[in-house]
């Protein structure tokens, strides 16, 4: 389970991500795709273009971490952004909560894949 403190900033990349990108690629992407500092520590996410694939970065203080999570049936959900423009979405900690647990932001009810055992 991921616990990420309240007042950490999360960001979400708009645009679908080559998957085979690791922690230079990743790092990339951050710096270049969506004009951040790799390691203000921050969370980044970034999907595939089937959306079940979901890879994150993130900068602890003593080096990087890539966490990957891949969906066995269905796809992530995510806010649509009113301006796509600066290629990410800004989320709080509880909605990447949400987007990680199966929740569609949308319309606030569980995905059709998602099962709590």
């Not at 694939?53 to 003593?62: F, M, S, V």
């Not at 709080?92 to 709590?116: E, K, S, V």
Request: with cysteine; glycine share 10%; proline share 3%.
């Amino acid at each position: 389970m991921l616990n990420f403190s309240g007042s950490l900033k999360v960001f979400v990349a708009i645009e679908a991500c080559d998957m085979r990108r690791s922690f230079n690629g990743l790092h990339d992407a951050v710096s270049h795709r969506l004009q951040e500092d790799p390691r203000s520590g921050a969370v980044f996410a970034f999907t595939n273009k089937r959306r079940n694939l979901l890879k994150i970065l993130y900068w602890d203080g003593t080096g990087l971490w890539v966490l990957a999570k891949r969906l066995e049936r269905g796809t992530y959900s995510g806010p649509l952004p009113a301006d796509a423009g600066s290629g990410k979405l800004r989320l709080n900690t509880t909605a990447l909560a949400l987007l990680l647990d199966g929740i569609d932001m949308r319309d606030g009810c569980r995905r059709p894949w998602y099962q709590l055992d």
